[in-house]
């Protein structure tokens, strides 16, 4: 699939804002983090071990893959997210609504 336009959302800095803002509000007993991004590790580490609220990263990378900033912020827990369970999460190759047919990409 080609990319035609690129821009920064800005998602791993909403992220990180949030993880902070639920931590020091205590809205929150414990945090996950769905991520692969290193940016996010300052953040967590501080939830951690400043704030004391516990953090688990889950990975979608096999550990060869795994960001090592991310494990170096020490979360209270660390989990892969196996490649079955997110296989039989994904939608069907093919949805129709009203519009028609829509396919996902075969790469994914």
């Known amino acids: 699939m ?3 336009k690129t821009e920064e959302k ?3 800095v909403n992220l990180a804002t ?3 803002a639920d931590a020091f509000r205590e ?3 414990v945090a996950i983090v769905i991520s692969n991004d290193a940016d996010l590790a300052e ?3 501080l939830v951690c071990h400043e704030v004391g609220l516990r953090v688990g990263v889950v990975n979608p990378h096999r550990i060869r893959g795994r960001s090592l900033d991310l494990q170096a912020a020490a979360p ?3 989990r ?3 490649e ?3 296989a039989t999460c994904q939608f069907p190759e093919k949805l129709e609504d009203s519009r028609g047919e829509i396919r996902r990409p075969t790469t994914w």
């Open 27 to 29: 809205d929150c007993q």
């Open 10 to 12: 800005g998602s791993d």
């Open 84 to 86: 079955t369970v997110l």
């Open 2 to 4: 080609e990319v035609i």
């Open 76 to 78: 209270t827990f660390f």
């Open 43 to 45: 953040p967590i580490r």
């Open 18 to 20: 949030y993880l902070l």
């Open 80 to 82: 892969e997210i196996r």
